[in-house]
C-alpha cells in the first residue's frame, strides 16, 4: 500500500509479491547469495508475526516485482 522512502527497486503502484524468507543481510552467507543459512533466517508466518494484519514492512529486498503482462494467480505460484 505504501513505500518507504528510502526504496528505490519499486513504486508505489506497481505488482508485486514476497519473498517470505527473512535474513539479516550481513553474514558471510547472506553476502553471498544463500540466505537460508543464514543463523537469523526466519519465515513470515512461521516465526514472524503480523502477516494476517492489514499492513505489514517487509525489507525491500523481500519485494519481488511482477510484470504486467502476468496474472496475479501465475505469479502467487512463482515462489513454490
Request: aromatic share 10%; net charge positive; hydrophobic share 30%.
Amino acid at each position: 500500500k505504501e513505500i518507504g522512502s528510502e526504496v528505490t527497486s519499486i513504486s508505489e503502484g506497481e505488482k508485486v509479491t514476497i519473498n517470505p524468507g527473512l535474513s539479516c543481510g550481513k553474514c558471510k552467507y547472506c553476502l553471498s547469495g544463500k540466505q537460508v543459512f543464514c543463523k537469523q533466517y526466519s519465515i513470515l508466518g512461521e516465526h514472524q508475526w503480523g502477516t494476517f494484519s492489514q499492513y505489514f514492512k517487509i525489507p525491500e529486498i523481500n519485494i519481488i516485482r511482477i510484470p504486467n503482462s502476468y496474472r496475479l494467480e501465475k505469479a502467487a505460484a512463482a515462489l513454490l
